[in-house]
């Protein structure tokens, strides 16, 4: 990725002639919150913006913080939502259904600060639901109006903020880590999930774009997960990415014309790489095949 200098500019050159909407999953903290912001300020409010997370505060805190829409036809507003149970997902999905005519950018980065598994009302493991299958359901299930965004001609992108380039080999005797969890193989694993959905969807969907993007370490609140972490915080902070660098880093591919269609995947400095053999035809059918039982795509 060039410099952040450069990334910056880049950025600041969008200016799309309809007005777009944008959809942040995640969007009541950090890198979700930060790439929000940004987008607000770029169009100076020229766009609409729906922020989806569970904290209502957070949400209507942050709507109101964004630049003005200059007119009636813009909105921004929050949604509130637990993505840690797919059925919220799926209610959420259909009122966006019902309320938007496109979806031009869906990004999604909620997550949970995971020490150990904790299991959902649906029987599923909290941060896996947060990392993946949440994700994915809500990509599959708003394919609709970002379709509609690309039959005008316009960008109809999404972008999960997790691990890409990253991840290991895949369990497929433990999908869902329901039996053997651990924060390093939720983090392995998960990646490697993602890999093959983007996988999938960029095939089933080639007309829109699939970016799977690692943000490498970031201030944020998810970034206190052990109390460790949190006593080294102020000397920690000064060799990490602050949200706002980390937001203008991941607009950058999503904004690029080179990244329009297809799937695409970025490492720790926004260069593009590949998941390489950590995925193959079985792999991600295996995988797949359990994503669309265990998160309903249907």
Not at 144 to 150: C, G, R, S
Not at 244 to 267: D, I, K, Q
């Amino acid at each position: 990725m060039p410099s952040l200098l450069a990334v910056k500019a880049s950025n600041a050159s969008y200016a799309p002639p309809y007005i777009p909407t944008a959809v942040f999953v995640g969007g009541t903290s950090g890198i979700g919150q930060a790439m929000a912001e940004l987008l607000a300020r770029q169009l100076n409010g020229r766009v609409n913006i729906i922020i989806i997370g569970r904290s209502k505060a957070a949400g209507e805190r942050i709507v109101a913080g964004l630049p003005a829409p200059p007119t009636g036809e813009v909105k921004h507003e929050f949604i509130q939502c637990d993505a840690g149970e797919l059925r919220n997902v799926h209610e959420v999905s259909k009122l966006l259904l019902q309320k938007l005519d496109k979806i031009n950018f869906l990004v999604l980065s909620p997550n949970a600060n995971a020490w150990h598994a904790v299991p959902t009302p649906e029987g599923l493991e909290l941060a896996v639901v947060l990392r993946y299958y949440a994700r994915v359901k809500f990509m599959h299930e708003l394919l609709p109006l970002l379709k509609k965004a690309q039959s005008k001609g316009e960008d109809a992108r999404v972008m999960t903020v997790l691990a890409g380039g990253l991840g290991g080999k895949a369990d497929l005797n433990d999908l869902g880590l329901k039996t053997k969890w651990s924060i390093l193989r939720l983090g392995f694993q998960t990646a490697t999930y993602t890999h093959a959905a983007i996988k999938e969807l960029s095939e089933q969907n080639p007309d829109i774009a699939f970016l799977h993007i690692y943000p490498g370490t970031v201030d944020t609140p998810a970034m206190n997960i052990h109390w460790i972490i949190t006593v080294l915080h102020p000397l920690i902070k000064h060799f990490v990415w602050t949200p706002a660098e980390c937001a203008e880093n991941m607009m950058y591919p999503m904004l690029r014309p080179e990244f329009a269609t297809g799937g695409h995947w970025f490492g720790q400095k926004g260069d593009e790489t590949t998941p390489g053999n950590l995925i193959n035809g079985e792999i991600t059918k295996k995988i797949w095949e359990h994503t669309v039982e265990v998160a309903q795509l249907h």
